[in-house]
């Protein structure tokens, strides 16, 4: 394994400083620099851009974050016993790492921006992940103050991220919010093993782009029809969402939608037209 910068290894970084991944805290340690490396230019150029990552844990993406040209890092990390040598770190790269000790769901990283914009790029905290992404989503007014997202997920998430009704097991409420303000894909796998402790499964790298101007929806109505109709994906529409509308028949036959259809078969910008139809008769 080849050193990106004169910093010591990582393992001995975690060593040194008694730095247990806990369970609790959704911590699985990478210590491979080169995977990291890996990771930090699959999000692109990094020369002059701000980046937000979350659990940083003991700091290897975010060395490989610095070392790959990244002007500044924002690194949010809750568990405190990994702040010492998150700020060894940041004595190596001066001015160049904000070391934040908070809760990344409670944090609001937007005012850490000064009106500016950043990346985000973080092998999340699995028990977090999917949270924090809905999240990211939920910014209004969009596009949002993130330019894009390379993430590292379960690999069960990132399929449903992607999922479109061509892969119906996957396809749900996260892959129609994910693809209908973003651009989606898998980036790469990374096996368990790369990991300290390995997790059970195998990960993935995501990458989403935020549409400039995605189709026109209010968001929170979107959110309650895809509710109703993947809370109960093996009914047809005209059952499923009666949960939120009295007479669902006739709204799924007004947005050009089959009433028989299943959540399962119908796609995002099909879910966009019956909340743009709900919301204009309302």
């Given at each position: 394994?080849?050193q ?38 699959s ?32 690194a ?62 939920n ?18 998430v ?32 990374v ?17 989403l782009?935020?549409?400039?101007t ?26 499923s ?42």
């Amino acid at each position: 394994m080849s050193q990106i910068d004169s910093l010591p290894p990582l393992r001995e970084v975690v060593e040194r400083h008694g730095l247990m991944a806990q369970k609790s805290l959704g911590q699985n340690f990478l210590y491979d620099l080169n995977l990291t490396s890996r990771i930090a230019r699959s999000a692109g150029t990094l020369e002059g851009e701000t980046v937000v990552e979350i659990g940083p844990g003991p700091g290897g993406l975010t060395r490989a974050l610095l070392a790959n040209g990244a002007a500044r890092v924002i690194a949010i990390e809750r568990d405190r016993r990994c702040l010492p040598a998150l700020q060894e770190i940041a004595a190596h790269y001066p001015g160049r790492l904000d070391i934040v000790d908070g809760d990344a769901l409670a944090v609001d990283l937007s005012s850490r921006l000064d009106g500016g914009k950043a990346r985000i790029i973080a092998n999340l905290p699995y028990n977090i992940g999917t949270p924090l992404l809905v999240g990211w989503l939920n910014l209004d007014p969009w596009p949002p103050w993130w330019t894009s997202l390379t993430l590292m997920f379960q690999r069960e998430v990132a399929e449903r991220i992607v999922a479109t009704p061509d892969q119906r097991a996957d396809y749900g409420r996260l892959a129609v919010l994910c693809n209908w303000r973003c651009e989606t894909k898998i980036l790469f796998d990374v096996p368990r093993t790369a990991f300290v402790p390995p997790p059970k499964i195998t990960s993935a790298v995501v990458q989403l782009l935020p549409r400039q101007t995605p189709e026109p929806c209010d968001r929170r109505l979107l959110e309650r029809i895809t509710l109703a109709a993947f809370g109960q994906r093996r009914k047809m529409l005209r059952q499923s969402l009666k949960a939120v509308l009295a007479e669902p028949g006739a709204w799924i036959e007004a947005a050009g939608l089959i009433a028989t259809a299943r959540a399962e078969e119908i796609p995002v910008a099909g879910f966009v037209r019956l909340a743009n139809t709900l919301s204009e008769h309302a």
